[in-house]
């Protein structure tokens, strides 16, 4: 059997690596994953700063000539436009006018904002101050709550601004099915319900919409190796 085209560097633990294999089930491509967590040695082969993921393109199509050289692709917002273009369908875009926002645009404003705002709010300022933490039971409550309030009051200022840019009464973000920005979104909240100040950031709203993307078989996919599922990078 031929090996898949695609290899991506990245443990299932690190969200940005979520994004690229939500990206790739959705789509129906196959990919080899070698799980590691960043800055190891493998993770610093692949990527200038040891940091995950990295897609290894095997093999493409270029102008009507198959490329069989190993390409290193890096930077989850490169990696996407890249999978676009070898699988435009089924597409993750939004289309222009959906639910009234004009600009097709706007979705990837959302996917820049996750990345460069939400998750260093969201991972950096609650999800792994709280599960160090809860991991290593030396803080009390009250020291943790102390240690990570800020990073609630930015996660809480983050998720209203992100439901403020959602197209009103749609499954998903930015309309009637998944666009990028739902699956660079979806990881960083799939591990932030996983922590109790879950109960105090988020809304109704987002809450379906979790539910809404828990059921999408891409989702299911890419569980196995998440902290939703208990485990550790
Ligand atoms: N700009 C990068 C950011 C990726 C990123 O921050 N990945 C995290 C894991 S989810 C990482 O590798 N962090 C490096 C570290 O913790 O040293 C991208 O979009 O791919």
Same mark, same amino acid.
């Not at 990245?10 to 633990?13: A, L």
């Given at each position: 059997m031929s090996q898949p085209a695609y290899t991506v560097v990245?443990?299932?633990?690190s969200t940005f690596t979520r994004t690229i294999t939500?990206?790739?089930q959705y789509k129906g491509l196959e990919y080899n994953q070698l799980a590691t967590p960043p800055q190891t040695e493998l993770a610093l082969e692949n990527h200038p700063f040891g940091y995950l993921p990295t897609l290894i393109i095997h093999e493409l199509e270029l102008e009507g000539k198959r490329v %069989?050289?190993?390409i290193?692709?890096?930077e989850s917002q490169a990696i996407v436009r890249f999978i676009d273009r070898v699988a435009p369908e089924p597409s993750l875009h939004m289309e222009g006018g959906t639910g009234g926002v004009v600009l097709e645009e706007k979705m990837w404003e959302f996917v820049s904002f996750v990345?460069?705002?939400g998750f260093p709010s969201m991972e950096g300022g609650v999800v792994k101050p709280q599960v160090k933490a809860l991991d290593e039971g030396k803080q009390t409550d009250a020291e943790v709550r102390q240690s990570i309030a800020s990073g609630v009051e930015q996660t809480r200022k983050f998720l209203a601004l992100a439901e403020s840019l959602m197209v009103n009464s749609s499954d998903y973000l930015f309309g009637d099915h998944p %666009?990028?920005?739902d699956f660079f979104l979806f990881p960083i909240m799939?591990?932030?319900r996983m922590v109790p100040?879950?109960?105090e950031v988020v809304s109704e709203r987002l809450v379906r919409w979790m539910e809404k993307m828990d059921g999408l078989e891409a989702v299911k996919a890419t569980k196995e190796g998440t902290l939703s599922v208990g485990a550790r990078p």
């Open positions: 990245g443990t299932p633990f939500l990206g790739l %069989t050289q190993d290193k692709l890096r990345a460069s705002f %666009t990028w920005a799939a591990d932030l100040e879950w109960k």
